[in-house]
Nanobody, 117 residues
C-alpha cells in the first residue's frame, strides 16, 4: 500500500505561484498515471492534472496553461507547478493514482492552497 504526503501549499496572492510536492512511501514507477486532485469547500474532489509514466499529461480546462505536472519516479515524487493562481484555485490539493476510486490508494492529508489578496 503506497501512502502519499503532500506539501508546498500556503497563502498566495492572485497571480502568484506555488509548487506542490507529493512524496510516495513506495515506488510509483509501476503506477501508470498519477494525478493531482483538489477539493474546495462544499465541492467534490476533482482531477486537475494527470501524468502517465510515459510522460503524457492532461489538464482540466480550468488550469490548462497555468499548471504543470511532473513526476520523478526515481524519487517517488510528483510535483505540481501552479502559476497565475486565481482565487478559484483555493482548495485542498491531493495526489493519488488516476484510477477508478475502488483501485486508488488511501488519501493523504492534502495541502491547503489559499489564493487571496
Amino acid at each position: 500500500q503506497v501512502q502519499f504526503v503532500e506539501s508546498g501549499g500556503g497563502l498566495v496572492q492572485p497571480g502568484g505561484s506555488l509548487r506542490l510536492s507529493c512524496a510516495a512511501s513506495g515506488s510509483i514507477f509501476s503506477i501508470y498515471a498519477m494525478g493531482w486532485y483538489r477539493q474546495a469547500p462544499g465541492a467534490q474532489r476533482e482531477l486537475v492534472a494527470r501524468m502517465t509514466n510515459g510522460g503524457s499529461t492532461k489538464y482540466a480546462d480550468s488550469v490548462k496553461g497555468r499548471f504543470t505536472i511532473s513526476r520523478d519516479d526515481a524519487k517517488n515524487t510528483v510535483y505540481l507547478q501552479m502559476n497565475s493562481l486565481k482565487p478559484e484555485d483555493t482548495a485542498v490539493y491531493y495526489c493519488n493514482a488516476d484510477r477508478p476510486a475502488t483501485l486508488q490508494y488511501s488519501w493523504g492529508q492534502g495541502t491547503q492552497v489559499t489564493v487571496s489578496s
